[in-house]
C-alpha cells in the first residue's frame, strides 16, 4: 500500500530565507505531484515530477524527485509572504483497472513572516 | 475551457440526513475522481469513475457512493450523515489514465454537518 509522508508538517519562515519540504513515498510511483492550498480554496498544481533526476522550477519554488530514494523535495528560495499556503505532496497510485489515484501527504502549513 | 464546477458550493446538513454532490468535469475528460478532506485525516481518495463505471474506490463505509454519467457527470451521495462526514469534498476530472493525462481539481464542496 502506497504511502505518502510529508515533513515537516507547519513551517515558520522568515522573508528572504530558504527552506525544504521533503516528501517520502512508501512504493515505487509512476508520477509525483505537488500541490498548494489557500484557505478555504482548493488544490492549485505547482508541479507535476515524473522521472528519476526531475526538477522543476517556477519562481521562488523548485521541485525535484529521486525515485530510488522515494523522495521529492520541494525548496523555497528567499521565501516572501505571497508563499504562505499549504504545500501537498501526492503520489500515483494504481488499482486494477482503474485510471490512477493520488494519495496524499498530510501537507505543510508554510507561514512566511515579515 | 471551462474547469472543473461543483454544486453546490457550500451545504449544511443535519446528523442523519442524506446529502448529493455533484461535479461537472472538464468537457471531453471522461474520468471523475472524488477526494475528501478533513482537518484530522487530510486528503483521502473516495473513488473514482471512468465511462459511467466505478473504477476504484477508497477505503470509505458503503454510506458513501457515487456515480457518472454517460455526459461523465458524477454525483456522489452521502446517506445517514455523521458530524465526521464534514469536510471539503474535491472532485478531479481528467481525460483517462493518469500516467498519460493531468487531473484537474473543482473548487470543492463544503460540507458542515451539524
Known amino acids: 500500500e502506497l504511502k505518502v509522508e510529508q515533513n515537516p508538517l507547519f513551517l515558520s519562515m522568515q522573508e528572504g530565507k530558504n527552506y525544504t519540504i521533503y516528501c517520502n513515498y512508501s512504493t515505487t510511483s509512476d508520477r509525483l505531484y505537488w500541490y498548494r492550498q489557500d484557505p478555504g480554496k482548493s488544490l492549485e498544481s505547482l508541479f507535476v515530477?515524473?522521472?528519476?533526476?526531475a526538477v522543476k522550477q517556477e519562481g521562488r519554488l523548485m521541485a525535484s524527485l529521486d525515485t530510488k530514494a522515494r523522495l521529492s523535495t520541494l525548496h523555497i528560495t528567499a521565501a516572501v509572504h505571497d508563499l504562505s499556503a499549504t504545500y501537498f505532496c501526492a503520489a500515483l497510485s494504481f488499482y486494477g483497472g482503474s485510471q490512477g489515484n493520488l494519495i496524499f501527504g498530510k501537507g505543510t502549513k508554510l507561514s512566511v513572516k515579515p | 475551457k471551462a474547469g472543473v464546477t461543483q454544486t453546490p458550493r457550500y451545504l449544511i446538513k443535519t446528523r442523519g440526513q442524506q446529502v448529493t454532490l455533484s461535479c461537472s468535469p472538464i468537457?471531453?475528460?471522461?474520468?471523475v475522481s472524488w477526494y475528501q478532506q478533513t482537518p484530522g485525516q487530510g486528503l483521502q481518495f473516495l473513488f473514482e469513475?471512468?465511462?459511467?463505471?466505478?473504477?476504484n474506490k477508497g477505503n470509505f463505509p458503503g454510506r458513501f457512493s457515487g456515480r457518472q454519467f454517460s455526459n461523465s457527470r458524477s454525483e456522489m451521495n452521502v446517506s445517514t450523515l455523521e458530524l465526521g462526514d464534514s469536510a471539503l469534498y474535491l472532485c478531479?476530472?481528467?481525460?483517462?489514465?493518469?500516467?498519460?493525462?493531468?487531473?484537474?481539481f473543482g473548487p470543492g464542496t463544503r460540507l458542515t454537518v451539524t
Open positions: 468537457s471531453g475528460h471522461r474520468s
Open positions: 478531479a476530472s481528467s481525460q483517462g489514465q493518469l500516467r498519460t493525462y493531468e487531473q484537474y
Open positions: 515530477l515524473l522521472s528519476n533526476g
Open positions: 469513475y471512468f465511462s459511467e463505471t466505478q473504477r
